[in-house]
């Protein structure tokens, strides 16, 4: 996250009345294998609250396939336990 988010997500967090959660969101496009052999697409959002929040509950991932199913998790201190904490099962 550069400055300018970091900035941002401060004066929203701050400044906006009634702001209970701010995140930057960052969204990439999937395509995996199922177990038989079909392909998912699926959008994985990677939702950062930035550097000035609990630690803990910095990231999040959410997983939307094309089909409208949704898969999450909870927040995590890294990207990688956030994306590893994603019930991908939940997808199909």
């Given at each position: 996250?550069d ?10 967090r701050l400044q906006m009345?009634g702001?209970?959660?701010v995140?930057?969101?960052?969204e990439?496009l999937?395509?995996?294998?199922l ?20 630690p803990?509950?910095?990231f ?6 094309a089909?409208g199913r949704?898969a999450a998790?909870n927040?995590a201190?890294?990207?990688?336990t956030?994306?590893?904490?994603v019930?991908w099962?939940?997808l199909?």
């Amino acid at each position: 996250m550069d400055i300018e988010d970091e900035q941002a997500l401060d004066v929203l967090r701050l400044q906006m009345s009634g702001v209970l959660q701010v995140q930057l969101k960052k969204e990439y496009l999937v395509q995996r294998k199922l177990e038989n052999d079909d392909v998912q697409k699926v959008t994985v959002e990677i939702l950062d609250a930035g550097p000035n929040v609990d630690p803990q509950r910095r990231f999040k991932c959410i997983a939307r396939a094309a089909d409208g199913r949704t898969a999450a998790g909870n927040s995590a201190k890294t990207i990688e336990t956030a994306l590893a904490l994603v019930h991908w099962r939940d997808l199909g």
